[in-house]
Structures are given as structure tokens and as C-alpha cells.
T-cell receptor, first 113, second 110 residues
Framework: DTAVSQTPKYLVTQMGNDKSIKCEQN?????MYWYKQDSKKFLKIMFS???????INETVPNRFSPKSPDKAHLNLHINSLELGDSAVYFC????????????FGQGTRLTVV | KNEVEQSPQNLTAQEGEFITINCSYS?????LHWLQQHPGGGIVSLFM???GKKKHGRLIATINIQEKHSSLHITASHPRDSAVYIC????????????FGSGTQLTVLP
């Protein structure tokens, strides 16, 4: 069983569309993250949820809205997609307390045309 | 200046060579991760360190907390080790998010 699974793996869409990326973890972790990897392969935190509560919201356009229906799921919804949103988005999970490994999803390559 | 600096940015080695990738950080951390990203994109955690040294097969990771420095070593390198290696520090603040270095692209030639 995949520990952190993201869908879809590839997403090609037109400017102006609204799209969602789903993430689920079956590790029992209490904290989930969305990271963005830009064209230079640099990874940066976007959001973090702990037990369904938002605990990090970096300087991300409010067109990006995370939703956590339960602690095993953290979905990312993006409104009015722009060319600059093209990137690879990674979901990850870990346990907030104690030094536990971070587990990553396989990434979603979003291309906005 | 990034909070996490990695060097070198690119590294090409011959099969069998000993490889070292370095990471320096400037923030308080609870742990440091070494991650591997293969072409095709998935990210795998190789090590998580908060002190000392860890070894897994041909991979060795060390950390010096006082000097805020970590190294990843690969012994007897092999072409299948070719990947991007990323240092990431786990923030010591309340959210424990990861802050990443810019990655080292390693190419091991046969």
C-alpha cells in the first residue's frame, strides 16, 4: 500500500480553469503538508495542516485553497489557474511531535497552457 | 541567503568514486533530512538525523549540530546513484515544516 498517494500524477489544463489535487496518507500521521517545486527544482512549503487545522499558510495566492476533511486527507484546490502555477506539487505527511520521517507523495506535475 | 545551503550544485563522478555532498544551515532545527529525487520525480527520505552519524548500505550521513553542517557520503558510487540529493531541515518551531536546500544533481558515469 502506498503510504502517501497523490492524484493525479499529471495535470494539463488551460489558463483560467479551476483544478484540484488530492492527497491521502495511510500512516496515521497527524500533520500533512503541500510543497511546491519550481522549474529550478527548488522545494518550498505552501501549507500545513495538523489534525485538520491550518498551521502554516505561506505567502501563497488566495487562489490556492487547501481543504482537510480529516487528518488522512489534504486536498489542494486552485482557482483561475495561471501560467506561473505550472510546477510539481508534493504532498507529504509526518507526525508533529517527535522526530519522525517525512513521507512524500509521488508529486503532481501541473502544466498550465 | 538561503537558510539551507548545499554544495556542490552539480557533481559528476566516475563509477566507484567516493562522493561527498555538503549542507550548511543557519536556523534552529529539530532534525535534518537527506532526500533523494530520481528523474520521474518521486522523493524518498534517505536519512533523518538529529545528531552523530547514520549508515545505510553505501550511504553515510553525518551531522555536526555545533557547526550547523551535515554531509552525505556515497561509497563505491554506481550509475544507479544518479539523482538529485536534497538536504532539508526540520524547523524547530511549532509546525515542524521542512526547509530545503537547492539540491545537488549527481551523475555517476559508468
Amino acid at each position: 500500500d502506498t503510504a502517501v498517494s497523490q492524484t493525479p500524477k499529471y495535470l494539463v489544463t488551460q489558463m483560467g480553469n479551476d483544478k484540484s489535487i488530492k492527497c491521502e496518507q495511510n500512516l496515521g500521521h497527524d500533520t500533512m503538508y503541500w510543497y511546491k517545486q519550481d522549474s529550478k527544482k527548488f522545494l518550498k512549503i505552501m501549507f500545513s495542516y495538523n489534525n485538520k487545522e491550518l498551521i502554516i499558510n505561506e505567502t501563497v495566492p488566495n487562489r490556492f485553497s487547501p481543504k482537510s476533511p480529516d487528518k488522512a486527507h489534504l486536498n489542494l484546490h486552485i482557482n483561475s489557474l495561471e501560467l506561473g502555477d505550472s510546477a510539481v506539487y508534493f504532498c507529504a505527511s509526518s507526525q508533529l511531535v517527535g522526530n519522525t520521517e517525512a513521507f512524500f507523495g509521488q508529486g503532481t506535475r501541473l502544466t498550465v497552457v | 541567503k538561503n537558510e539551507v545551503e548545499q554544495s556542490p550544485q552539480n557533481l559528476t563522478a566516475q563509477e566507484g568514486e567516493f562522493i561527498t555532498i555538503n549542507c550548511s544551515y543557519s536556523v534552529g532545527i529539530s532534525a535534518l533530512h537527506w532526500l533523494q529525487q530520481h528523474p520521474g520525480g518521486g522523493i524518498v527520505s534517505l536519512f533523518m538525523l538529529s545528531s552523530g552519524k547514520k549508515k545505510h548500505g553505501r550511504l553515510i550521513a553525518t551531522i555536526n549540530i555545533q557547526e550547523k553542517h551535515s554531509s552525505l557520503h556515497i561509497t563505491a558510487s554506481h550509475p544507479r546513484d544518479s539523482a538529485v540529493y536534497i538536504c532539508a531541515v526540520k524547523n524547530s518551531g511549532s509546525a515542524r515544516q521542512l526547509t530545503f536546500g537547492s539540491g545537488t544533481q549527481l551523475t555517476v558515469l559508468p
